[in-house]
């Protein structure tokens, strides 16, 4: 194989792997996003490993 082909072959891989992304998944809300800075509203943070405490074993 040649370096073009191989190329080739690597971009039509990349491309359809992101037209099968977008075709497969919702579009994204950016309002119902969590708050940034959520001081004193009640809102926690949720989803991440920075949100989780620590736990003992």
């Given amino acids: 194989m040649t370096r073009k082909l191989t190329a080739s072959i690597v971009?039509?891989?990349?491309?359809g792997l992101l037209a099968f992304d977008l075709a497969a998944s919702e579009p994204l809300d950016p309002y119902a996003q969590p708050a940034f800075l959520a001081l004193g509203s009640g809102a926690v943070a949720a989803g991440a490993h920075c949100a989780s405490l620590?736990?003992?074993n």
Avoid: E, I
């Avoid at 971009?11 to 491309?15: H, M």
């Fill in 11 to 15: 971009a039509l891989l990349v491309v």
């Fill in 54 to 56: 620590p736990t003992a």
